[in-house]
T-cell receptor, first 117, second 115 residues
């Protein structure tokens, strides 16, 4: 079975600085997707960034980028120029891309990010 | 284009009562996933449904929980005889199709409190 581990329950960053959130996962599959979701106090789940395992190039979305290390099964999220609105819970998630898979997401326990003004 | 809608947003029940949570997927979406988020935890998959079919219920507790997605109307997650341990946020996500290639869009969740 696949598992996702986020080893940092809480992180803090100064506004305008850069922070990196860690995520490791365990799988025997070769084809999968990885995601970072943001959950602000409203509890709405917002997709931040997505990475296909077959792509070597790290995904980037504006101030958000990932460091995908497939061999190490590591998928960290870097937030540059942190803003107060980035304060939220961040969840790393895995989804199988194997033919016939149902597509359900497997989540880590989350990292609570605080942004200091 | 309305997103995924869930109601109620907050639901309070006493132990032993029934809870019904509703999820209306995005327009054109015929696949629904339900997830549960216990306090201080990540979301955990419960059940995956297509219209009129349960595809995968491997994450659903065997007793008291059931789900349906009728041909017309929203998907319903039903919890009978609720207990305090059922207190959680319940999220549904819809997708255009199932499986690996289609993004899931999440609703705002229903927060269930069992007194």
């Amino acid at each position: 079975a696949q598992t996702v581990t986020q080893s940092q329950p809480e992180m803090s960053v100064q506004e305008a600085e850069t922070v990196t959130l860690s995520c490791t996962y365990d799988t025997s599959e070769s084809d999968y997707y990885l995601f970072w979701y943001k959950q602000p106090p409203s509890r709405q789940m917002i997709l931040v960034i997505r990475q296909e395992a077959y792509k070597q190039q790290n995904a980037t979305e504006n101030r958000f980028s990932v460091n995908f290390q497939k061999a190490a099964k590591s998928f960290s999220l870097k937030i540059s120029d942190s803003q107060l609105g980035d304060a939220a819970m961040y969840f790393c998630a895995y989804r199988s891309a194997i033919l016939g898979s149902q597509g359900n997401l497997i989540f880590g326990k989350g990292t609570k990010l605080s942004v200091k003004p | 284009n309305a997103g995924v809608m869930q109601n109620p947003r907050h639901l309070v029940r006493r132990r032993g009562q029934e809870a019904r949570l509703r999820c209306s997927p995005m327009k054109g979406h015929s696949h629904v996933y339900w997830y549960r988020q216990l306090p201080e935890e990540g979301l955990k998959f419960m059940v995956y449904l297509q219209k009129e079919n349960i595809i995968d219920e491997s994450g659903m507790p065997k007793e008291r929980f059931s789900a349906e997605f009728p041909k017309e109307g929203p998907s319903i997650l039903r919890i009978q005889q609720v207990v305090r341990g059922d207190s959680a946020a319940y999220f549904c996500a819809s997708s255009l199709s199932g499986g690996r290639t289609y993004e899931q869009f999440f609703g705002p969740g229903t927060r269930l409190t069992v007194l």
